[in-house]
């Protein structure tokens, strides 16, 4: 049972250069999320998408994009890294919107220098 | 007012000691929350859901208090294997899937 998989788990850019974060999860989940997480300020979420077919913002989209490419994929796009993306990412997942009960990656540690 | 604030700490306790951490939200219409556990440079794990007055799970209680618009987490007789961060989550709104985190409570247990 893998979960959700995260790829890659370590990443170095340097600003302006683009780059996707590939999530994917084998547990069959409608919703499925994108958090970043930094010293002192907790997850923030990023976008989110609670079925196939949608997505919404979430406390802090800007600089970021996402496909739900099919209900097991997520991935989330930076067109144009910055220094302040800096950051961990994780990407999560739930069976419904509902169940309120994330499942979370282990996480993608990005460095834009 | 944030949505979900708690106190960053750290908490450091010695072993055996009874720590309870606070968290506080801004939207009255939250119905579940739920407390995780991170350790460090780990993914987050769930620890408890409360749907109503409070969740007991061995050394573990959480506790609502909807008038005040916070919740607790108590631990007892506390491990060195406890040390961690405790995030809370609540949903925004109900059956949106939106779960907003506070920024976490670090706890140290010492021998």
Known sequence: ?113 | RKEVEQDPGPFNVPEGATVAFNCTYSNSASQSFFWYRQDCRKEPKLLMSVYSSGNEDGRFTAQLNRASQYISLLIRDSKLSDSATYLCVVPRGINTGKLIFGQGTTLQVKP
């Open chain 1, 1 to 113: 049972n893998a979960g959700v998989t995260q790829t890659p788990k370590f990443q170095v850019l340097k600003t302006g250069q683009s780059m996707t974060l590939q999530c994917a999860q084998d547990m069959n989940h409608n919703s499925m999320y994108w958090y970043r997480q930094d010293p002192g300020m907790g997850l923030r979420l990023i976008y989110y998408s609670a079925s196939e077919g949608t997505t919404d913002k979430g406390e802090v989209p800007n600089g970021y994009n996402v496909s739900r490419l099919n209900k097991r994929e997520f991935s989330l796009r930076l067109e144009s890294a910055a220094p302040s993306q800096t950051s961990v990412y994780f990407c999560a997942s739930l069976i419904t919107s509902g169940a309120n009960v994330l499942t979370f990656g282990a996480g993608s540690r990005l460095t834009v220098l």
